[in-house]
């Protein structure tokens, strides 16, 4: 039972380049979202999905974007990538938002030099 | 101004030695506010909702209550392997599907 799976684990980024987040989950939920946590701040949501092609903003959508063509897979992508951006990124997912008994990835800490 | 505050940010105990965290938060009208665990390097752990004031749960020495300003999660003779950062958030009514954290607090207990 893999439950979330998050690539890659950690990476390293020069300004500019870009990347994908790749999050899977294997629970069938409907909701899956993307968070990032900076040191000493709560975790923020960034994009957030109801369920397949759909799609909408968080708190801090700004140099990101995301898709949703299945219903398993959610990948991220931040495109010119800035220092701002060096984070760990958490990907989760929930059955639905009134359950909503979130399952986390084990996170993606990305560094942009 | 945060809209969930968690205290202390961090907290020392001795293995046996009870004592309560706090989650204080500001919204508007409560859908749910929610308790997690994150262990380093880890993602977080779900451990309780809540939705209404008065409302308590427990899980082995934890419980978590909540009034309608602020939520308490209990923990009785805590062991070395409750140490953790256990995290607060809140979901607000509205239709949103946004939970706003708080910081955490990184709790160590001591054998």
């Known amino acids: 039972n893999a439950g979330v799976t998050q690539t890659p684990k950690f990476r390293i980024l020069k300004i500019g380049q870009s990347m994908t987040l790749q999050c899977t989950q294997d629970m069938n939920h409907n909701y899956m979202y993307w968070y990032r946590q900076d040191p000493g701040m709560g975790l923020k949501l960034i994009y957030y999905s109801v369920g397949a092609g759909i799609t909408d903003k968080g708190e801090v959508p700004n140099g990101y974007n995301v898709s949703r063509s299945t219903t398993e897979d959610f990948p991220l992508r931040l495109e010119l990538a800035a220092p701002s951006q060096t984070s760990v990124y958490f990907c989760a997912s929930s059955y639905s938002s009134t359950n909503t008994e979130a399952f986390f990835g084990q996170g993606t800490r990305l560094t942009v030099v | 101004e945060d809209q969930v505050t968690q205290s202390p940010e961090a907290l020392r105990l001795q293995e046996g030695e009870s004592s309560s965290l706090n989650c204080s938060y500001t919204?508007?009208?409560?859908?749910?506010l929610f308790w997690y665990r994150q262990d380093p390097g880890k993602g977080p752990e779900f451990l309780f909702t809540l939705y209404s004031a008065g409302e308590e749960k427990e899980k082995e020495r934890l419980k978590a209550t909540l009034t309608k300003k602020e939520s308490f999660l209990h923990i009785t003779a805590p062991k070395p392997e409750d140490s953790a950062t256990y995290l607060c958030?809140?979901?607000?009514?509205?239709?949103?599907?946004?939970?706003?954290f708080g910081k955490g607090m990184k709790l160590t207990v001591n054998p």
């Open positions: 919204v508007s009208g409560l859908r749910g």
């Open positions: 958030a809140v979901q607000e009514q509205g239709g949103s599907e946004k939970l706003v």
